[in-house]
C-alpha cells in the first residue's frame, strides 16, 4: 500500500501536549517514547488532530489506561491520549441507553451509572480501564449467560483516518443481513478492533437497572470443579475459580443478584484484606518465592489450606471489582466451552510434569458467544483460561510452551494479553476475520491505525 512520507503536524499542538513523550503500561513492561503525545480536549479536536496526521502521513495510536499486556497501544510516532474525552454525554432512563466518552474509567463509569439507578451488567475484575480500551481487546467478567464488555455496547462513535465521525449503530433489522457494502458490520468490527479502524469517541451503553450482587468464596477440590463445571456455571449468574498450580483446591467464586441489603465490608477490613494481605504480603511472599522456585510446589500446596471461605454484599460493580497492586504478565485464551475443564486439566499436568516455577493462581471463567468479527468469544461460547507469572520472573518459555495446549482447542488469544500469535496463525481461528479485514480496508485504507502489534496480529 503506498504511503506518502512521514511529515510534522501543522496542527496546534501548544493546547494538546501532554507531559513527557513518554508512555508506560501498567505492568511496566510496554512503553514507548511517541514523537508527539497529545490530549485532545473534545471530540471536535480530536477528529481536526486525526485528519491532520493522516494527511501528513503520520501513524496513530491511542492509549487508554495502559492495562494491555500487549503492545496494542504503543506508538513511536503519534499517541493520543482520550482521558478528556470522558462522562456520561446523553442517558435514555426507560430503555437504559448510555452514551459515555471513549475516555471513561470504569470506575467513574460505575459510579455514574449507580447515581441514575442503572449498572453495567457484568464486568471484569478490576475497574481502572477506560471503556474505549476496554472493549477495543474484548474484556470480559464470567457469566455463562452474562456478556462481555463488547457485547453489552449498542452504538460507537468513531473519528476514521479522514476525521470524520462515523456514528455507528445495531441494524434495527438483524434478520436482513449484511448489505452488499457491509455496512451492517461496522458497528460489529469496531466494538473489538484492537484500535486499528479509528478513534472510538464515544459509546452508548445497554445498561440494566442497578443491582446487588451476593459474592461467596469457597474452597472446593479441583476434582469436583472439574467434573462439576457445566452444573456450577449453570447454577450460578457468575462463576470462577482460581487455582494455584501443584495444588488440589480450587477458590471458587460464585456471584448472584440479591434483593438482600449491602453488607459492604469496612474499610479497615479492606484495607487488610485487600492491600496489606493479599497484595502486598502476597507481592513479597512471591518476590521471596521467585529466588527459590524450587519452593513453589511445596509453598503452593501450604498456602491453599489457608484458603477460606467468604461473603459479601454490594452494589454489582464493587462486588466485580478487585485491589490489584501486585504486578504480573498475563496470557489468556479462550477455548470452547465445552473443552475449558480438559484443557486446564492439561495445562495443570503440563505445568507439574516440566516443574515450572509458577507460583500465581491460574484463572478460569466462562463468556457466551458474541457476534463481534474478532472477538475472542466471536460465534463461540468460551472458557477464558489465564496464566500469570509474577512481574520480574521468567514468563516466555512457559507461557509459550502453555499455549501449544491452547492451539489444539483453536484457542483464541485475549488481544490485550500475552501471545505469540501472528495474523498467519490467527486467521483460521474467526469464521469471520475476512470481513473484519475488508471493514479494516474501507475505514483505514492509508492505514493510519497501526503499530507493530496490530500489524503483526491482523497482518499490514
Ligand atoms: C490487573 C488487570 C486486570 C485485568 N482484568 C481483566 C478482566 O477481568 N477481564 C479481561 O477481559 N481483561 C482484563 N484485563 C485486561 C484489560 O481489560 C484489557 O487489556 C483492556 O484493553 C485495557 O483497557 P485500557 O483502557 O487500559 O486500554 P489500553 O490497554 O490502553 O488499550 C487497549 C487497546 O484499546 C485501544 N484503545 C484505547 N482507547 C481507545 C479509543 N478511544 N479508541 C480506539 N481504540 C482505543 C488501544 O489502542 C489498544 O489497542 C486486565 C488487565 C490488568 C492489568
Known amino acids: 500500500m503506498p504511503r506518502s512520507p512521514s511529515r510534522p503536524l501543522t496542527y496546534d499542538l501548544r493546547q494538546q501536549q501532554s507531559g513527557p513523550a513518554t508512555w508506560t503500561n501498567w505492568a511496566g513492561n510496554q512503553s514507548c517514547s511517541p514523537r508527539d503525545l497529545i490530549r485532545p480536549a473534545g471530540r471536535a479536536e480530536l477528529s481536526e488532530l486525526v485528519a491532520t496526521a493522516t494527511q501528513a502521513g503520520r501513524k496513530v495510536a491511542v492509549a487508554g489506561s495502559g492495562h494491555s499486556f500487549t503492545g496494542a497501544a504503543l506508538s513511536d510516532d503519534l499517541l493520543l491520549d482520550v482521558s478528556s474525552i470522558a462522562g456520561v454525554i446523553e442517558v435514555d432512563l426507560p430503555s437504559g441507553l448510555v452514551k459515555v466518552g471513549g475516555g471513561t474509567v470504569l470506575a467513574d463509569l460505575n459510579r455514574a451509572l449507580d447515581s441514575l439507578g442503572l449498572a453495567m451488567a457484568n464486568l471484569g475484575d478490576i475497574d481502572s480501564q477506560t471503556i474505549a480500551g476496554s472493549i477495543s481487546t474484548g474484556t470480559h467478567g464470567t457469566g455463562a449467560a452474562r456478556p462481555n464488555l463488547p457485547a453489552q455496547i449498542a452504538a460507537i462513535d468513531l473519528v476514521t483516518a479522514d476525521g470524520e465521525v462515523l456514528e455507528l449503530a445495531e441494524s434495527p433489522d438483524p434478520d436482513t443481513g449484511p448489505g452488499d457494502d457491509g455496512s451492517s458490520d461496522l458497528l460489529r468490527a469496531a466494538r473489538v478492533a484492537i484500535g486499528s479502524l479509528g478513534v472510538i469517541s464515544a459509546v452508548t451503553l445497554k445498561t440494566v437497572p442497578a443491582f446487588n450482587l451476593h459474592r461467596v468464596d469457597e474452597p472446593m477440590p479441583l476434582d469436583r470443579v472439574l467434573a462439576d463445571f457445566d452444573e456450577l456455571t449453570a447454577a450460578n449468574e457468575h462463576f470462577e475459580f482460581f487455582i494455584f498450580p501443584y495444588t488440589d483446591t480450587a477458590l471458587t467464586i460464585c456471584r448472584n443478584s440479591t434483593v438482600r441489603q449491602p453488607a459492604p465490608r469496612g474499610r479497615f477490613e479492606r484495607y487488610l484484606g485487600d492491600v496489606v494481605i493479599e497484595n502486598a504480603l502476597g507481592d513479597l ?16 500446596r501450604f498456602s491453599s489450606r ?47 510434569e516440566e516443574r515450572m516455577p509458577l507460583a500465581m ?6 463468556v457466551p458467544a458474541d457476534d463481534n468479527l474478532i472477538s475472542p468469544v466471536s460465534g463461540r461460547d468460551s472458557t477464558y ?76
Open 306 to 352: 489457608f484458603m477460606s471461605q467468604a461473603e459479601q454484599i454490594d452494589v454489582s460493580h464493587r462486588c466485580f471489582a478487585n485491589y490489584r497492586t501486585i504486578r504480573f504478565n498475563e496470557m489468556e485464551y479462550a477455548v470452547p466451552r465445552e473443552f475449558g475443564a480438559e484443557a486446564l486439566g492439561r495445562v495443570l499436568d503440563l505445568i507439574r
Open 285 to 300: 511472599a512471591l518476590r521471596a518465592i521467585g529466588k527459590v522456585p524450587s519452593v513453589i510446589p511445596r509453598t503452593a
Open 361 to 366: 493462581p491460574i484463572e478460569c471463567r466462562v
Open 385 to 460: 483460561i489465564a496464566i500469570h507469572q509474577h512481574a520480574g520472573q521468567e514468563w516466555q518459555p512457559y507461557f509459550r510452551e502453555i499455549e501449544r495446549i491452547f492451539d489444539s482447542y483453536g484457542g483464541r488469544p485475549h488481544w490485550g494479553k500475552h501471545h505469540f500469535q501472528t495474523a498467519e496463525t490467527l486467521a483460521p481461528r474467526y469464521p469471520e476475520w475476512d470481513r473484519f479485514a475488508k471493514v479494516r480496508d474501507r475505514l483505514d485504507p492509508t492505514r493510519t491505525f497501526t503499530n507493530e502489534y496490530v500489524r503483526t496480529v491482523l497482518g499490514d
